[in-house]
């Protein structure tokens, strides 16, 4: 095929090519499912273990895909939908919508909105690249933002300093017509491994 650009390479479906991409995509996406769903059961048996209670009712969980592609019908057509940097919001689908990790993150419920194929945004997105904000952004600016919040106070987290984020309100503003916010969410103790 003549590309007018590599990057626009593209799979043509019912080839072998295409389904064997199909059948990995959908083993990681699977992948992805049971470890949020192994990390979510370690959560609440750590949290058990501290309040000592291990049968601890669990009310309501949400598991929610982002980038990621799923087959859906859309306008009357079935399609394959990439969603990248948003979530799926249905009517009624709950989701997750984060911040960074000093500022709000919500949980939301989607309005359906048919125009935006059902979805919205899965997060605040990056204002700077990883590399431009350790270049940046300095450890005590990220001491100041990450005030009252418990977090390692290393290097490996200086690329994930708020001011790296955009405006998670403004974010959720503009996404007013795609989701109904049930939570807001506060941090308290932020983890990643360096």
């Given at each position: 095929?003549?590309?007018?650009h590599?990057d626009?390479?593209?799979?043509?479906?019912?080839?072998?090519?295409?389904?064997?991409?199909?059948?990995?995509?959908?083993?990681?996406?699977?992948?992805?499912?049971?470890?949020?769903?192994?990390?979510?059961d370690?959560?609440?048996?750590?949290?058990?273990?501290?309040v000592?209670?291990?049968?601890?009712?669990?009310v309501?969980?949400i598991?929610?895909?982002?980038?990621?592609?799923?087959?859906?019908?859309?306008f009357?057509?079935?399609?394959?939908?990439s969603?990248?940097?948003a979530i799926?919001?249905?009517?009624?689908?709950?989701?997750?919508?984060?911040?960074?990790?000093?500022?709000?993150?919500y949980?939301?419920?989607?309005?359906?909105?048919?125009?935006?194929?059902?979805s919205?945004?899965?997060?605040a997105?990056?204002?700077?690249?990883?590399?431009?904000?350790?270049?940046?952004?300095?450890r005590?600016?990220?001491?100041?933002?990450?005030?009252?919040?418990?977090?390692?106070?290393?290097?490996a987290?200086?690329?994930e300093?708020?001011?790296?984020y955009?405006?998670?309100?403004?974010?959720m503003?503009?996404a007013?017509?795609?989701?109904e916010?049930?939570?807001?969410?506060?941090?308290?103790?932020n983890?990643?491994?360096?």
């Amino acid at each position: 095929m003549r590309l007018p650009h590599r990057d626009l390479a593209y799979l043509v479906e019912d080839t072998p090519e295409f389904d064997a991409y199909i059948r990995e995509m959908r083993w990681a996406q699977h992948y992805a499912l049971l470890n949020r769903a192994e990390m979510m059961d370690r959560v609440v048996a750590c949290f058990g273990a501290w309040v000592g209670d291990d049968d601890l009712e669990r009310v309501e969980e949400i598991s929610c895909h982002h980038n990621y592609t799923e087959r859906e019908r859309h306008f009357g057509q079935d399609v394959w939908l990439s969603r990248k940097g948003a979530i799926h919001a249905g009517a009624g689908v709950p989701g997750l919508i984060p911040g960074s990790m000093g500022t709000a993150s919500y949980v939301v419920v989607g309005k359906g909105d048919r125009m935006s194929l059902e979805s919205a945004p899965h997060g605040a997105g990056r204002e700077y690249s990883r590399t431009r904000a350790r270049q940046t952004f300095t450890r005590e600016q990220l001491r100041e933002a990450m005030a009252g919040i418990e977090y390692r106070d290393t290097d490996a987290f200086l690329d994930e300093i708020p001011a790296a984020y955009k405006d998670i309100d403004q974010v959720m503003a503009d996404a007013a017509s795609l989701v109904e916010v049930r939570h807001v969410l506060r941090q308290v103790v932020n983890v990643k491994g360096d």
